[in-house]
């Protein structure tokens, strides 16, 4: 079963307006979780690095700002696109580890949030 | 800095066909090596994974990879593909200073029946 749940699945918005996106670890806690980006036949890019119980850290080129990152507990952190536009339509994907390392162990993904903004 | 390169974008073949795609990455440390598959509609899943040890690596679905240290590479192979194996297939790689997961740009399998 999944280990990672990500909601909302898909989400239209108007230009302009903000969207929370929620990733949750089932059955773990996750201190570090991963939000990419994957363009249509593109792959995944990593935008951020989220820390619970700190900032996130972003890549070069991602708007903090833009793109807020908070990961209040030990098993969520949400992703708010603020202000969105058309360009930021979007495949949204997180990811986190299982609790025995960041990397000794394979990501787990959630299913992905499609964001459409009008 | 960290980069990944997979020189097949699509690859068609038919069925029974041997597969094997190309990887390569561009890090001097200790890296972690994926490959990923998405099939249509659905998440990722994990294929297989290297971390240390033996190069030749065995994943699920009959699926292997070789980690080529001199060469930085990590090519994916199938003996004989199945039409369900049509899907994505990225690459990844973890280094260890960065502490990121890099992907691929991804590589577009279409097996024909």
Redesign the interface.
């Known amino acids: 079963g999944a280990v990672v749940s990500q909601h909302p699945s898909r989400v239209i918005c108007k230009s302009g307006t903000s969207v929370k996106i929620e990733c949750r670890s089932l059955d773990f806690q996750a201190t570090t979780m991963?939000w990419?980006r994957q363009f249509p036949?593109?792959?995944?890019?990593?935008m951020a690095?989220s820390n619970e119980g700190s900032k996130a850290t972003y890549e070069q080129g991602v708007e903090k700002d833009k793109f807020l990152i908070n990961h209040a507990s030990l098993t969520l952190s949400t992703l708010t696109v603020t202000s969105a536009h058309p360009e930021d339509s979007s495949f949204y994907?997180c990811?986190a580890p299982l609790p025995d390392g960041?990397?000794?162990s394979?990501?787990h993904?959630?299913?992905?949030t499609r964001l459409t903004v009008t | 800095a960290q980069s990944v390169s997979q020189h097949n974008h699509h690859v068609i073949l038919s069925e029974a066909a041997s597969l094997e795609l190309g990887c390569n990455y561009s890090y001097g440390g200790t890296v972690?090596l994926?490959w990923y598959v998405q099939y249509p509609g659905?998440?990722?899943?994990?294929l297989l994974?290297y971390?240390s040890g033996d190069p030749l690596v065995k994943g699920i679905k009959g699926f292997e990879a070789e980690f080529i240290k001199s060469k930085f590479s990590f090519n994916l192979r199938k003996p004989s593909v199945q039409w369900s194996d049509t899907a994505e297939y990225?690459c990844a790689v973890?280094g260890?200073a960065t502490?990121?997961?890099?992907?691929?740009?991804?590589t577009?399998l279409a097996v024909q029946p």
């Not at chain 1, 036949?41 to 990593?46: G, H």
């Not at chain 1, 993904?109 to 992905?112: E, H, K, Q, S, T």
């Open positions: 991963f990419y036949k593109q792959s995944l890019m990593l690095t994907i990811s960041v990397f000794s394979p990501l993904f959630g299913n992905g | 972690n994926f659905q998440h990722l899943q994990l994974k971390f990225f973890y260890g502490n990121k997961l890099i992907f691929g740009t991804g577009l």
